[in-house]
């Protein structure tokens, strides 16, 4: 065993989340009221049985599930109840800054479902949020591969033609099976040329040449997870000579069986190759997990001292879309070390 995690001076640390998906941050109790909100059968009758289906044995199981959650939201309302309890949550976490996921496809294209009630909904509750918190915020609508590329193109637009302020960056989430034989790449050139930059999942259980895709062909300037990379020298180089980050989350691969163990995570790899690294919680209670346990993961996995959680930390606030001057001024508060 090594040091004890220091908890409350990581939580005091300003940080930012620049990895989870707001229909992950629905935990058993909200599931539940969702459901019976719009009279629909949950997938367990309370909250034990919510968060016992809330453990997968794999990645296809889980993203079924996710996508029952995904269909659980519907209303502006229910998306207005989820940002700010998400929000809220992980400014307890001692996050300044968020960057989160909305899956904007399966809500346009799966659940026909048009994209600015849902915008309007989320910009809501992020905004009663930050008046109690003081957080800053960005959307980051993604897509999910397992759908045509044309029907994700076509939801794009509709995202694209809605109020764009507060998007922070287009996504990619869902499987990487389809990215070679569909063609995903216009969406991400369509959000450049509106000024929107592309991130991606890459590499979660797929390997490294899934990143050097997601780098070469989408653009994306911050990977999510991203640690196949660690099995191809070349491409952890390619990371560092491009100077993109990964927005790792050891618990979600823990808990999707991405690593076999803890023992077998590649962040002390990914970390020695120098790459930058942030952490993020994923899907937290769908992981039973909270970005301060992510944090003491990596203290643990990684044998970190508070000066290398401090880097993490500036890492995710550096990384992050927010203004330069806001980075600043959190940079000033998270001190040197
Ligand atoms: N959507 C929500 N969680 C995800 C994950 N871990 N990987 C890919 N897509 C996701
Ligand atoms: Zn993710």
Same mark, same amino acid.
């Given at each position: 065993? #090594?040091?004890?995690?220091?908890? =409350?001076?990581?939580?005091?640390?300003?940080?930012?989340?620049?990895?989870?998906?707001?229909?992950?941050?629905?935990?058993?109790?909200?599931?539940?009221?969702?459901?019976?909100?719009?009279?629909?059968?949950?997938?367990?009758?309370?909250?034990?049985?919510?968060?016992?289906?809330?453990?997968?044995?794999?990645?296809?199981?889980?993203?079924?599930?996710?996508?029952?959650? +995904? #269909? +659980?939201?519907?209303?502006?309302?229910?998306?207005? +109840?989820?940002?700010?309890?998400?929000?809220?949550?992980? @400014?307890?976490?001692?996050?300044?800054?968020?960057?989160?996921?909305?899956?904007?496809?399966?809500?346009?294209?799966?659940? @026909?479902?048009?994209?600015?009630?849902?915008?309007? #909904?989320?910009?809501?509750?992020?905004?009663?949020?930050?008046?109690?918190?003081?957080?800053?915020?960005?959307?980051?609508?993604?897509?999910?591969?397992? !759908?045509?590329?044309?029907? *994700? !193109?076509?939801?794009?637009?509709?995202?694209?033609?809605?109020?764009?302020?507060?998007?922070?960056?287009?996504?990619?989430?869902?499987?990487?099976?389809?990215?070679?034989?569909?063609?995903?790449?216009?969406?991400?050139?369509?959000?450049?040329?509106?000024?929107?930059?592309?991130?991606?999942? %890459?590499?979660?259980?797929?390997?490294?040449?899934?990143?050097?895709?997601?780098?070469?062909?989408?653009?994306?300037?911050?990977?999510?997870?991203?640690?196949?990379?660690?099995?191809?020298? =070349?491409?952890?180089? +390619?990371?560092?000579? /491009?100077?993109?980050? *990964?927005?790792?989350?050891?618990?979600?691969?823990?808990?999707?069986?991405?690593?076999?163990?803890?023992?077998?995570?590649?962040?002390?790899?990914?970390?020695? %190759?120098?790459?930058?690294?942030? !952490?993020?919680? =994923?899907?937290?209670?769908?992981?039973?997990?909270?970005?301060?346990?992510?944090?003491? /993961?990596?203290?643990?996995?990684?044998?970190?001292?508070?000066? #290398?959680?401090?880097?993490? *930390?500036?890492?995710?606030?550096?990384?992050?879309?927010?203004? /330069?001057?806001?980075?600043?001024?959190?940079?000033?508060?998270?001190?040197?070390?």
């Amino acid at each position: 065993m #090594g040091e004890p995690f220091p908890i =409350d001076a990581v939580r005091a640390m300003p940080k930012a989340e620049l990895h989870v998906h707001l229909e992950g941050t629905v935990d058993a109790t909200t599931l539940l009221m969702l459901a019976e909100r719009h009279g629909v059968q949950p997938p367990a009758e309370d909250v034990e049985g919510v968060d016992e289906w809330y453990r997968f044995d794999g990645f296809p199981m889980f993203l079924e599930r996710y996508f029952t959650v +995904l #269909g +659980l939201i519907r209303t502006p309302d229910d998306f207005r +109840l989820i940002a700010e309890r998400y929000l809220t949550a992980a @400014s307890e976490q001692g996050v300044v800054h968020t960057e989160f996921h909305v899956s904007a496809t399966g809500h346009i294209v799966e659940n @026909s479902k048009e994209w600015g009630p849902i915008h309007d #909904g989320i910009v809501a509750g992020c905004t009663a949020a930050t008046a109690a918190t003081g957080m800053s915020w960005g959307l980051i609508p993604d897509i999910s591969p397992h !759908l045509p590329a044309a029907d *994700c !193109l076509e939801a794009m637009k509709t995202v694209f033609a809605h109020d764009t302020t507060y998007l922070a960056a287009a996504g990619m989430g869902g499987p990487a099976d389809t990215w070679t034989t569909d063609d995903f790449v216009p969406i991400f050139d369509l959000a450049r040329s509106v000024g929107i930059p592309a991130v991606s999942h %890459a590499g979660e259980h797929g390997g490294a040449d899934e990143v050097r895709f997601a780098v070469e062909q989408f653009g994306a300037v911050r990977i999510q997870h991203g640690i196949g990379a660690a099995q191809d020298p =070349d491409v952890l180089q +390619l990371l560092v000579d /491009r100077d993109i980050a *990964c927005d790792v989350c050891p618990g979600s691969n823990l808990a999707l069986a991405a690593v076999g163990s803890a023992a077998e995570h590649p962040l002390p790899t990914m970390l020695a %190759a120098g790459v930058t690294i942030t !952490l993020g919680s =994923d899907d937290p209670p769908m992981f039973q997990t909270r970005l301060l346990d992510e944090y003491e /993961r990596a203290w643990q996995w990684a044998g970190l001292s508070l000066d #290398g959680v401090r880097a993490l *930390c500036r890492n995710s606030l550096e990384r992050s879309f927010a203004p /330069r001057e806001q980075v600043d001024d959190w940079l000033a508060v998270l001190g040197a070390g």
